[in-house]
């Protein structure tokens, strides 16, 4: 695409919608063209970028906004499903990082893959991506080791365990021949029992500001393997959600992956 491709960001005063924001400010590839925020939201009517007196305000729906080519959406549930008909309207790309779907939610997105560009991710980071990759390796070549997923969030986290822990007991699991929905633990409280052969627990810790902490442990006898990945910065979604909607912008109809794209960075 020769001109800058016009983006709209859902959940835009949220805490990744600000991180959008801020590398916007910097970023010849786009033009913000229509923001929005939850219908109650405090900063409805706001000006989006502070000092930019008329130009663009927050907006709670999806009812002026202009031709656009790419949706970047970190709101949550109902959020999402706003900028989904919306992309299905005007056929806009979505990319959604939004996690905590439900199983209906779910079902609308791969319905919507048939008529628009779609590139989901639970975590946009580089980082995590390679994680995902070294865990396959790894779950693969110790099969009969335990494994076990850790994840830290900040205390207003949503949802439990993180979308970025269940991606990886997806890939860990696909890896090991079997389903998540198989295998997994997700709470271990009273008289349990032993751990059952096979099986992925998930532990969860909440609190503070903790961006984002991810570590798969693989225990054996006498040894154990431990992968991990910290965000400190939220930019490093952002920059990854980006670069994501720089490259699906004109994109064909699909569910595409961070994977497609970061094989192109290379
Ligand atoms: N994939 C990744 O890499 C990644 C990274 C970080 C977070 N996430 C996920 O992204 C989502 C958002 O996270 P966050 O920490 O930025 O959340 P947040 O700080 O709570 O922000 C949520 C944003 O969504 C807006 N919103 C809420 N309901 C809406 C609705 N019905 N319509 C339109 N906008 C609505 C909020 O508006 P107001 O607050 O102004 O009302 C706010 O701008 C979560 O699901 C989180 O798990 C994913």
Same mark, same amino acid.
């Given at each position: 695409?020769?001109?800058?491709?016009? &983006?709209?960001?859902? =959940?835009?005063?949220?805490?990744?919608?600000?991180?959008?924001?801020?590398?916007?400010?910097?970023?010849?590839? @786009?033009?913000?063209?229509?923001?929005?925020?939850?219908?109650? +939201?405090?900063?409805?009517?706001?000006?989006? @970028?502070?000092?930019?007196?008329?130009?663009?305000?927050?907006?709670?729906?999806?009812?002026?906004?202009?031709?656009?080519?790419?949706?970047?959406? @970190?709101?949550?549930?109902?959020?999402?499903?706003?900028?989904?008909?919306?992309?299905?309207?005007?056929? #806009?790309?979505?990319?959604?990082?939004?996690?905590? &779907?439900?199983?209906?939610?779910?079902?609308?997105?791969?319905?919507? =893959?048939?008529?628009? #560009?779609?590139?989901?991710?639970?975590?946009? +980071?580089? /980082?995590?991506?390679?994680?995902?990759? &070294?865990?396959?390796?790894?779950?693969?070549?110790?099969?009969?080791?335990?494994?076990?997923?850790?994840?830290?969030?900040?205390?207003?986290?949503?949802?439990?365990?993180? /979308?970025?822990?269940?991606?990886?007991?997806?890939?860990?699991?696909?890896?090991?021949?079997?389903?998540?929905?198989?295998?997994?633990?997700?709470?271990?409280?009273?008289?349990? /029992?032993?751990?059952?052969?096979?099986?992925? =627990?998930?532990? $969860?810790?909440?609190?503070?500001?903790?961006?984002?902490?991810?570590? *798969?442990?693989?225990?054996?006898?006498?040894?154990?393997?431990?992968?991990?990945?910290?965000?400190?910065?939220?930019?490093? @979604?952002?920059?990854?959600?980006?670069?994501?909607?720089?490259?699906?912008? /004109?994109? *064909?109809?699909?569910?595409?992956?961070?994977?497609? $794209?970061?094989?192109?960075?290379?």
């Amino acid at each position: 695409m020769t001109r800058p491709v016009r &983006l709209a960001i859902s =959940g835009a005063s949220g805490r990744m919608g600000r991180a959008l924001l801020h590398l916007l400010g910097e970023d010849v590839r @786009f033009e913000l063209v229509h923001a929005v925020v939850s219908p109650g +939201s405090t900063h409805a009517g706001q000006p989006v @970028f502070a000092g930019h007196g008329d130009s663009l305000r927050y907006a709670v729906d999806w009812t002026h906004a202009p031709a656009l080519d790419v949706v970047i959406d @970190f709101s949550g549930a109902a959020g999402l499903a706003t900028a989904l008909d919306h992309c299905r309207v005007c056929g #806009a790309a979505l990319v959604s990082g939004t996690t905590g &779907l439900d199983a209906a939610m779910e079902v609308r997105l791969a319905d919507a =893959g048939k008529h628009i #560009a779609i590139l989901r991710a639970a975590n946009f +980071s580089l /980082g995590v991506a390679v994680l995902t990759r &070294l865990l396959r390796e790894a779950a693969a070549a110790l099969p009969d080791w335990d494994l076990e997923i850790v994840e830290a969030h900040h205390s207003r986290k949503q949802d439990a365990p993180s /979308g970025t822990a269940l991606a990886l007991g997806h890939a860990a699991a696909a890896a090991r021949h079997t389903a998540l929905e198989q295998a997994a633990v997700y709470s271990r409280e009273g008289q349990t /029992g032993e751990r059952v052969d096979g099986s992925i =627990g998930f532990a $969860v810790v909440r609190g503070g500001d903790i961006v984002g902490e991810h570590t *798969a442990v693989l225990i054996g006898q006498g040894e154990r393997l431990e992968l991990g990945h910290r965000a400190t910065d939220r930019s490093i @979604f952002a920059r990854g959600a980006l670069q994501a909607a720089h490259w699906l912008a /004109g994109h *064909a109809p699909g569910h595409w992956q961070l994977d497609d $794209v970061i094989a192109t960075l290379r």
